[in-house]
Each structure stands twice: as C-alpha cells, then as structure tokens.
T-cell receptor
C-alpha cells in the first residue's frame, strides 16, 4: 500500500529557530517521486521540491533543506532560522506509477515573533 | 513558469444552483488536470483526473453527475458543481501537469465555495 505519514500535526517555534518536519512514506514501487508543498493561509499550494527515488542526495535551497533516506523511508524537511513568513501548512506527497499524488495529512507550522 | 489560475477565487451561491469553476494553465499546455477538494484543516482529496479531449476519471465515491468536469482544451478545464447544497461547501483546487514533467503537479490558487 502507498502511504505518507506526517506524524507532527502542529509545530510551534519562535522566530530564528531551526525546525524539521518529518515525512515517512510507504511504497512497493522502486520508482517513485517525493514532494513537499507549502500551503500558506491564502490556500494556494506552492511547490517546494521534487525528488526521485534514485536520487538520495540531500538538497539545500536557501534556508530550506531536505534529507532523503531510503533506508528509513523518510524525506524530512528542515527550515533553518525560521521566519514568520514560513508559517503555513506543509504537505509531503508521494507519486508512483499511476502518477497520482498520495498526500500526508500535513504539518501546521506556526513561527512566532 | 508553470502557472495555473482558477476563477473565481470565491463564490457564494444559493442551494440548488450550479457553480462553474475554471482552471487554466497560463504558460504551458496541460495534458492532464486534476481536481481536488479540501476541507478545513484536512489534506487534499483527489476528486477526478481530467485528460484533454476525453472523459474525466473520477475517484471512488465522487458523484459524476454532481461534479461535472470538462477538459475542452490543453489550457482549460472546468468543474461544475450541479445543484449545489451546503455540504458541497469546500475549497476546490485544480492542478495541472506538463507533458515534459509528468511527475509534478502545479496548483491553482483554489476556489472557496460557500453554499447557503
């Protein structure tokens, strides 16, 4: 069965703290894609990253970084020096052979000044 | 690149009326578009997959006659909520993918529907 688990429902941090959002996935496919999307209060989903199953290199983009580990089926997302504008719901998602997205339940991040 | 628009962004209607939501890919041709529904503080629920020029494929439990989807061109898909009722009130989001990067979906800003 294909499944994405985001165990953290809500996280609250103070500005400038680092925060890691966890994502654990299940799939039997050897070829798959993992995604992170950001949904700010406005509701629009913002694409953050796509990673395919054959590329385990970690990625850094500014204050954002992603740690993909196939051994633990995890694709965690870290925000360094968080800012108030980072407050949003973050969704991890999995796409496999049928190219539909399997969504996690999302993690609501509140960054307080 | 890969910008998707939705119109309207907000709609309030009376029970029993039909509402049409448009989803457009502005700078690319979308071979496939998806329609999602999202309830407050919940994840996205896929309603249907729409391929240009063919009938939409609906997910289990989604009423085809209730949620009419048309994908008439490579840049436009529409979702019509027929005879809307208060329980249809929700946030409807479309997404589109390109022929070149079929693994990635780009999302529209969403449409909030309130049925009174």
């Amino acid at each position: 069965a294909q499944k994405v688990t985001q165990a953290q429902t809500e996280i609250s941090v103070v500005e400038k703290e680092d925060v890691t959002l966890d994502c654990v996935y299940e799939t039997r496919d050897t070829t798959y894609y993992l995604f992170w999307y950001k949904q700010p209060p406005s509701g629009e989903l913002v694409f953050l990253i796509r990673r395919n199953s054959f590329d385990e290199q970690n990625e850094i983009s500014g204050r954002y970084s992603w740690n993909f580990q196939k051994s633990t089926s995890s694709f965690n997302f870290t925000i360094t020096a968080s800012q108030v504008v980072d407050s949003a719901v973050y969704f991890c998602a999995l796409s496999y052979s049928n190219r539909k997205l399997i969504w996690g339940l999302g993690t609501s991040l509140a960054v307080n000044p | 690149g890969a910008v998707v628009s939705q119109h309207p962004s907000w709609v309030i209607c009376k029970s029993g009326t039909s509402v049409k939501i448009e989803c457009r890919s502005l700078d690319f041709q979308a071979t496939t578009m998806f329609w999602y529904r999202q309830f407050p503080k919940q994840s996205l629920m896929l309603m249907a997959t729409s391929n240009e020029g063919s009938k939409a494929t609906y997910e289990q439990g989604v009423e085809k006659d209730k949620f009419l989807i048309n994908h008439a061109s490579l840049t436009l898909s529409t979702l019509t909520v027929t005879s809307a009722h208060p329980e249809d009130s929700s946030f409807y989001i479309c997404s589109a993918r390109t022929r070149r990067h079929q693994e990635t979906q780009y999302f529209g800003p969403g449409t909030r529907l309130l049925v009174l």
